[in-house]
């Protein structure tokens, strides 16, 4: 008698059955993921961009103070060069969207602006969160030293 080699239509509808209810339970562990992924690259690219103000005003980059200002309903943090953000010169803005994170700080105008030794009047601060309880703080010391934790 011949032997014939392959899978049963039972067996190949229990495998599709066992990976969809796999996939239904993993997906909000994924969805959550992510979530704490984009918050953790949004703390990272507002950290970087401050840095990236202090470092332009430091090294002079186009003779010129710079600052970073925070738009918490657009969701967009504006690497800009100038004094003051509304003042600035635009062809020189450098944009960072955080979607799904809300900003505070203690900062004047939402901008943060380095003076030309790339030190603040001030030390600053901004309170990062998200909707799924994920939080982080960035200080920046009067000294121009960055801490995120």
Known sequence: MKR???FT???I???IAVIAIISVFSFPFYSKLQNKT???DAVNQISFAIGKARDYTENGKGNS???LHIDNDQKIATLFKGDNF???DQNFDEQITFPN???VGNFDNNS???LKDGTLSYDKSLSLSNDDGDSANITISSKGIIATN
């Open 65 to 67: 103070v710079w600052g």
């Open 4 to 6: 014939i080699h392959g």
């Open 101 to 103: 994170v809300n900003i």
């Open 9 to 11: 239509l039972i067996e």
């Open 112 to 114: 943060i602006v380095f």
């Open 38 to 40: 984009n918050f953790s």
């Open 13 to 15: 509808i229990l495998s």
């Open 86 to 88: 509304d003042t600035r």
